[in-house]
């Protein structure tokens, strides 16, 4: 799927839950998104995985890049989900836990994980993230090594990036994910 703002993940995230009920979620985000509440509101860019979480319950999401969030999305994080921050440090043992390589996974790609020197084109960016090979490499590994049966590519706002790299950067990463996908049979 193909979105804008990272909220877009929750409905296909419990469509996937709903015929998957094992689904753990890999998420490649700059920020926890683990807010129970933003700005009065339940459902936002910055409560997704905590709903995510409702649907999948502990232990079955694995985030990767985070670099922001507030100490109570931290707190959280430490009791109910598997945070590596900053990197994707961790990534291959972590995909062969059972938890990942036993069961049907959906991969959520905030892009504002990159780096905003390499990524501006994005509403939220946060400085410190990785860089496009990075990311295309551990994407693919996920797809590699684990059983994916839904991915997004959500927060690309190309108004954010006049001279249209971030776009062009998006559709490169879209074009290797496409070439990299195993179809089950």
């Known amino acids: 799927m193909l979105g804008g703002e990272h909220l877009v993940t929750y409905g296909a995230a419990r469509a996937a839950s709903r015929a998957f ?13 683990l807010r129970d509440e933003y700005l009065g509101e339940r459902l936002s860019h910055a409560t997704v995985m905590r709903r995510c979480w409702e649907l999948t319950g502990d232990g079955s999401i694995f985030q990767f890049g985070i670099r922001s969030g507030d ?15 900053f990197s994707f440090d961790g990534l291959g043992e972590t995909l062969a836990l059972p938890a990942l390589a036993d069961r ?19 509403g939220t960016p946060e400085a410190g993230g990785v860089r496009f090979l990075e990311l295309l490499g551990a994407a693919s590994a996920v797809l590699r090594e684990c059983r994916v049966i839904g991915l997004d590519l959500v927060e690309l706002s190309p108004p954010c990036d006049p001279s249209g790299a971030s776009t062009s950067l998006v559709c490169k990463l879209l ?11």
Do not use: C, N, Q, W
């Not at 009920?21 to 998104?33: K, M, Q």
């Not at 049907?104 to 994005?122: A, K, N, R, S």
């Open 21 to 33: 009920p094992e689904l753990s979620i890999v998420h490649f985000d700059a920020h926890a998104d």
């Open 71 to 85: 100490r109570e999305e931290f707190e959280f994080a430490k009791a109910h989900t598997r945070m590596r921050r």
């Open 104 to 122: 049907p996974v959906y991969l959520t790609i905030d892009l504002d994980v990159l780096d905003p020197g390499e990524f501006p084109g994005t």
């Open 175 to 185: 074009r290797e994910l496409l070439l990299r996908i195993r179809i089950s049979e």
